[in-house]
């Protein structure tokens, strides 16, 4: 079993993350996905019960002392991400 693993509803039952049209259960839940799941929306640790101390490094390849909140963690992959869009060649419609 790997490092992650997601919340049981009342019932039990694994709860499911829907994300790039899968869905992922504790059935097919690898770490590679789960950090793939957190680089994409942080805020999905909350669906996790199971996860290593240091995922925030994992996710952003950052050591995680950087940051002092979460709320400063997400600012910076915010930050990363509007670089990234920033970076991309525009393209023009043609017409």
């Given at each position: 079993?790997?490092?992650?693993?997601?919340?049981?509803?009342?019932?039990?039952?694994?709860?499911?993350?829907?994300i790039d049209h899968s869905v992922i259960t504790n059935d097919n839940l690898t770490d590679e996905k789960a950090i793939n799941i957190l680089?994409?929306?942080?805020a999905h640790i909350a669906t996790f019960s199971r996860y290593p101390a240091n995922w925030k490094e994992l996710v952003s390849g950052v050591p995680a002392e950087k940051y002092e909140t979460v709320d400063q963690f997400?600012?910076?992959?915010?930050?990363?991400?509007?670089?990234?869009?920033?970076s991309k060649p525009k393209i023009k419609n043609k017409k």
């Open positions: 079993m790997g490092q992650f693993e997601l919340q049981k509803s009342k019932s039990g039952i694994s709860k499911q993350i829907h680089r994409k929306c942080p997400q600012q910076e992959i915010k930050a990363k991400k509007s670089t990234f869009t920033e």
